[in-house]
């Protein structure tokens, strides 16, 4: 279980996906807030300095990607783990490239994704 | 239709309703179904474009999609609503997803659309010049069909 100060944003456009993963989290102590887009997640992510970002990357308005660069030019050492689904790998290794921390690949395994997030936030002060 | 484009659907089928929602899913008799379909209560579309092209369907009840959601986020749902469909659009491109990179691996690279939910049974769905083939999946939560109409992108009609 982890302390409920260390903040989550969950952007995707599914709504399930977003109820999943926010259930998940909060029910091991992390404070979770959502958005349904990459637009979306950017401005929450200036208001809340989220300490973790999980993407998804593709989106309406604007895809994962984009936000990914929009947040790191605000905030460099931002820690954003890109979601992807099966099939999509070598744009999460795009990502990568681009400054995502991590990937992880849906369907989702629980263990998988709270040690994700459990190993962006183990460097939070870097 | 190729059976090399039928399985990984197949499999990627059992894969994520196995992952997801712990449910064994047990294949019924594969049916041929020429160019149409007709839709069940809820029936998700997937385009599939590249090397191979066409659609899949997957067709259910909303009592079966109700209990898989369900299933899945751990709590009960009572009635079919938005957090059902957008469930189970997901779970569709899951399978979808999982079948096209075992496909690419293959050799035939390609790519889904977003899903599309069609709420309403009884409408009939044309694959248009792809024939389909029909895999009927029983599950503990009800059936599951799953159409898939797919050819090879360079191939004869």
């Keep these: 279980m982890v302390q409920g100060s260390t903040k989550v944003l969950v952007v995707d456009d599914a709504m399930f996906m977003r109820v999943r993963c926010s259930k998940l989290l909060s029910e091991n102590g992390y404070s979770v807030f959502e958005a349904e887009n990459g637009e979306q997640a950017v401005k929450k992510y200036l208001e809340l300095k989220p300490d973790v970002v999980l993407m998804d990357i593709t989106m309406p308005v604007m895809d994962g990607l984009a936000a990914l660069t929009e947040i790191l030019k605000n905030d460099p050492n931002a820690k954003v783990i890109m979601c992807t689904a099966l099939g999509q790998q070598s744009v999460a290794l795009e990502a990568i490239k681009s400054g995502a921390r991590d990937f992880v690949t849906k369907p989702y395994k629980p263990e998988k994704l709270l040690r994700a997030v459990e190993m962006a936030t183990s460097d939070r002060s870097q | ?157």
């Design chain 2, 1 to 157: 239709m190729d059976v090399r484009f039928l399985n990984p659907f197949i499999s990627a089928a059992y894969n994520v309703l196995l992952e997801e929602a712990g449910v064994t899913a047990k294949r019924g008799e594969v049916k041929v179904d020429e160019f149409y379909y007709t839709s069940e209560e809820i029936t998700v579309l997937i385009g599939v474009t590249g090397s191979v092209r066409g659609l899949v369907l997957y067709g259910l009840s909303q009592g079966t999609a109700i209990r898989l959601v369900s299933t899945i986020l751990g709590k009960k749902i009572p009635y079919f609503d938005s957090l059902v469909e957008s469930g189970i659009a997901e779970l569709g491109n899951e399978i979808a997803g999982g079948a096209t990179s075992e496909l690419e691996a293959n050799g035939y690279p390609c790519r889904i659309s977003p899903p599309t939910v069609l709420l309403g049974k009884g409408v009939i769905i044309s694959t248009v010049n792809i024939k389909g083939v029909t895999v009927p999946l029983e599950t503990e939560f009800g059936p599951i069909q799953i159409v898939i109409a797919l050819r090879e992108e360079s191939s004869e009609r």
